[in-house]
T-cell receptor, first 114, second 114 residues
Framework: DAGITQSPRHKVTETGTPVTLRCHQT?????MYWYRQDPGHGLRLIHY???????DKGEVSDGYSVSRSKTEDFLLTLESATSSQTSVYFC?????????????FGPGTRLTVT | AQKVTQAQTEISVVEKEDVTLDCVYE???????LFWYKQPPSGELVFLIR??????QNEISGRYSWNFQKSTSSFNFTITASQVVDSAVYFC???????????FGAGTILRVKS
């Protein structure tokens, strides 16, 4: 158990509304990630963070923004949700230190945009 | 750009059969990392193994074994004497040197029937 929680776990929202997903970790890991999972695509990286207020874009960052104001929380925001953003969103962490290259995932958030 | 191909969309086997899940990757990096993750029907992502590009030694863990061949850019996963509990989606993934930008294959659905 990597001590990762995601909230909410399920959400239904309407097109055009803003949505924020939260990832919370309890073990002070430096690196945090947001992915989306869609059939036929596996998981794709949206954004990641390498420290407080330090973030970078991933493969599918358009339409998403992130913030990390404290080590334990990494927020993913959809400024104006679209139906193409219906997906399962996973947060992940990676431990700092030599040899720590694997990522551990949270339970996921299922988002439906109607 | 990095790419991971899992050509087998779905595999069905009968319990106790051996099964091999294929993974082929593309990268221009000389140092990289390969991973396998399991996603059971409950939806969480479970880390199984990490392999460094400079270590081609095969690995065995119980009924699981992994065959890494740089010459063919493949990192295949074999389950010996499959069990119903092995039914899941299996993802192969690749990351660059710093372990941040994880690229996943589309996944292989494994169904083990009793």
């Amino acid at each position: 158990d990597a001590g990762i929680t995601q909230s909410p776990r399920h959400k239904v929202t309407e097109t055009g509304t803003p949505v924020t997903l939260r990832c919370h970790q309890t073990e002070n890991h430096r690196y945090m990630y947001w992915y989306r999972q869609d059939p036929g695509h596996g998981l794709r990286l949206i954004h990641y963070s390498y420290g407080v207020k330090d973030t970078d874009k991933g493969e599918v960052s358009d339409g998403y923004s992130v913030s990390r104001s404290k080590t334990e929380d990494f927020l993913l925001t959809l400024e104006s949700a679209t139906s193409s953003q219906t997906s399962v969103y996973f947060c992940a962490i990676r431990a700092t230190g030599t040899g720590n290259y694997e990522q551990y995932f949270g339970p996921g958030t299922r988002l439906t945009v109607t | 750009a990095q790419k991971v191909t899992q050509a087998q969309t779905e595999i069905s086997v009968v319990e106790k059969e051996d099964v091999t899940l294929d993974c082929v990757y593309e990268t221009r990096d000389t140092t990289y990392y390969l991973f396998w993750y399991k996603q059971p029907p409950s939806g969480e992502l479970v880390f199984l193994i990490r392999r460094n590009s400079f270590d081609e030694q095969n690995e065995i863990s119980g009924r699981y074994s992994w065959n890494f061949q740089k010459s063919t850019s493949s990192f295949n996963f074999t389950i010996t004497a499959s069990q119903v509990v092995d039914s899941a989606v299996y993802f192969c993934a690749l990351s660059e040197l710093f372990g941040n930008k994880l690229v996943f294959g589309a996944g292989t659905i494994l169904r083990v029937k009793s």
